[in-house]
């Protein structure tokens, strides 16, 4: 009976060893994207200067909010 369960336990290991590089790929490339975003927000912060206190904020906070509720949407 108990090399039964060691064989499922191993499996069961290597199941997860071969998914944790898909999970790994997947959060490099989600890792990638945010730079991404947080660039074009610098970006935009740098080279629109005469654009006012009010619409810098509004685009950073909005930068934010949206990472936010992505997050939140995927984790359910």
């Known amino acids: 009976m108990s090399?039964?369960?060691e064989i499922h336990?191993?499996?069961t290991i290597k199941d997860i060893?071969?998914?944790i590089g898909h999970a790994f790929i997947g959060f490099?490339?989600?890792?990638?994207?945010?730079?991404?975003?947080?660039?074009?927000t610098a970006f935009y912060g740098?080279?629109?200067?005469r654009d006012g206190m009010?619409?810098?904020s509004s685009v950073?906070?909005?930068k934010f909010?949206?990472?936010?509720?992505?997050?939140?949407?995927?984790?359910?």
């Open 3 to 5: 090399e039964v369960n």
């Open 9 to 11: 336990v191993t499996a």
């Open 17 to 19: 060893e071969a998914s």
């Open 28 to 40: 490099v490339i989600s890792l990638s994207l945010f730079g991404v975003s947080i660039a074009q």
């Open 46 to 49: 740098y080279h629109f200067r």
């Open 54 to 56: 009010f619409k810098k």
């Open 60 to 62: 950073v906070v909005l």
């Open 65 to 76: 909010v949206s990472d936010e509720l992505d997050e939140d949407t995927l984790s359910n």
